[in-house]
């Protein structure tokens, strides 16, 4: 199995090269922000409380999201390989995932890093906010604080998926197709390698 993690602050770019690696590498994605999204739309118990904590810009609870991705990947059992965007967010969400994997025999094959400065995320986000109408992209505090939770509680993550020797960074800023390549590559080696 091939499984990703794709990984990056808000407004690296995780969603768009996400789509481009499914239709090349057939793998199904898991995004916690888009499920979390479809739970508030539907107005679900777990969406209702979600929501919340979304528009502050705070992260929700671990078990919470856990509990999702596990439901998800057992809805994908013959899947040949999965890639996980915007999860894990933090270093006990990234432990709770490799347990679950180990479970189901596969594990994490790399960790991608989409690198990209702070001044520019926030410009996409707030672009973004205006063209998807996403109430957390339209508010500049409402970002600083996502950027936030992601540097104290998300950036560990990156040396967690380091200690394995399974972290590759990739430049995030230049033309979609580029870092798309940029991305390819690091994922032909890493499975060359293996
Ligand atoms: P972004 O575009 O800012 O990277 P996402 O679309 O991935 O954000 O997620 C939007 C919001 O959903 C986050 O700000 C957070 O509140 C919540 N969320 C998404 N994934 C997680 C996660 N793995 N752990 C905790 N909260 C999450």
Do not use: W
Request: net charge negative; hydrophobic share 40%.
């Amino acid at each position: 199995m091939l499984n990703l993690v794709l990984f990056g602050p808000p407004g690296a770019g995780k969603g768009t090269q996400s789509e481009k690696l499914i239709a090349r590498f057939h793998l199904v994605h898991l995004s916690t922000g888009d499920i979390l999204r479809a739970e508030v739309a539907n107005q679900t118990t777990l969406g209702l409380e979600a929501k919340k904590l979304m528009d502050q810009g705070l992260l929700v609870p671990d078990e919470v999201v856990i509990g999702m991705i596990e439901s998800k990947l057992d809805a994908h059992p013959h899947s040949q390989g999965f890639i996980f965007d915007g999860f894990p967010r933090t270093q006990a969400q990234a432990k709770a995932l490799d347990d679950l994997l180990h479970r189901k025999t596969t594990s994490i094959t790399r960790m991608l890093a989409l690198e990209v400065g702070e001044e520019e995320l926030i410009a996409r986000l707030l672009n973004r906010g205006k063209e998807s109408g996403r109430a957390d992209d339209q508010d500049e505090s409402v970002i600083r604080k996502r950027i936030n939770e992601y540097t104290t509680k998300t950036e560990p993550v990156r040396a967690y998926y380091a200690a394995q020797g399974k972290y590759t960074g990739i430049n995030g800023i230049g033309s979609i197709d580029a870092i798309f390549d940029s991305l390819c590559q690091a994922i032909d080696q890493s499975v060359a390698s293996k």
